[in-house]
């Protein structure tokens, strides 16, 4: 028997694993079970908090690591707590925050669930843009309302501080930002994957992580601690998010609907999310064909 190459699977979600309408094809499922077989271990990595997880996590029956906020959170699927956190210093949030509430935006805090009990504090009198109405109200994720960051009893567990609106608004205080707290902080200015299907217009996002968090250096920090040779890891993604994961995973592999920076870093591409990407890949990593 050919021994086996990989000892890990990351997975990421949106524009990956689920398919434009936002469920997961019975082959995938049937993919992911098999590479459990083989005896792969299988971590979804995604830009989604735990709870807005779930329901993706539910239909391929994942009860192991999830690591979750873009990087900024490892958890235990099944029990719901954190194993590991990258949090954002409160000085910088109240700048970010200052910044977007006085242009007008209503700020979404991103705290560690585990320790808060709570995903999401909404800042400001601003209003919410149609496509976090949507979010929210369709993954059922509690939000919390305060109108000043004084308000907010947990300062020291916020992962991610974020606004949602088009690109015109987001833009120029995108770059801004990068200019006054850019070296203390990762800075992400991306479509949305909802504004097909929230607005039908183009919906931004502006996320803000403490220095150096991503997908893959929360992989790695996994890897170091339990002894795994990161060349034994392969990961699957699309988006901003998972570039750095893709361009240094043992084998890294782009969706074939994949921004140009995850196509230019990969060292496989497997078919269109809505195509069983994930499926094509699992399969040819387990005949090692990759």
């Given amino acids: 028997m050919q021994r086996r190459r990989y000892d890990l699977l990351v997975i990421d979600l949106d524009g990956t694993l689920l398919r434009r309408d936002g469920t997961v094809s019975r082959e995938n499922c049937r993919a992911i079970d098999q590479a459990r077989q083989a005896g ?5 990595a995604t830009g989604r908090a735990l709870s807005e997880s779930r329901p993706a996590l539910s239909a391929i029956q994942h009860k192991g690591l999830v690591v979750a906020a873009g990087g900024s959170l490892l958890c235990d699927a099944a029990s719901g707590c954190t194993l590991d956190r990258r949090v954002l210093a409160p000085d910088v949030v109240m700048e970010v925050a200052g910044s977007l509430i006085d242009a007008g935006h209503k700020v979404l805090i991103l705290k560690d669930a585990h320790a808060t009990g709570y995903d999401y504090l909404a800042v400001g009198d601003g209003e919410f843009d149609p496509a976090s109405t949507w979010w929210f109200n369709s993954l059922g994720v509690e939000v919390r309302h305060i109108e000043s960051l004084r308000e907010d ?7 991610r501080t974020a606004a949602v609106a088009c690109d015109a608004k987001l833009g120029p205080i995108a770059t801004r ?5 850019g070296d203390r902080c990762c800075l992400h200015h991306w479509p949305a994957v909802t504004e097909s299907l929230a607005t039908g ?3 931004h996002l502006l996320e803000v992580f403490t220095s150096n968090v991503n997908k893959w250096t929360m992989i790695q920090s996994l890897c170091e601690d339990r002894a795994i040779d990161p060349r034994r890891v392969a990961a699957i993604g699309d988006g901003l998010n998972d570039v750095e994961l893709v361009q240094n995973a043992g084998l890294g592999i782009a969706m074939g609907n994949s921004i140009p920076m995850v196509l230019e870093g990969a060292k496989q591409v497997t078919d269109d999310q809505d195509r069983d990407g ?8 387990l005949t090692a064909e990759w």
């Fill in 177 to 181: 930002l990068k200019e006054t707290v």
């Fill in 278 to 285: 994930v499926a094509m890949a699992i399969a040819r990593i």
């Fill in 153 to 159: 009893s947990h300062p020291s567990d916020t992962v």
């Fill in 40 to 44: 792969m271990q299988v971590i979804i």
């Fill in 201 to 203: 217009s183009s919906t």
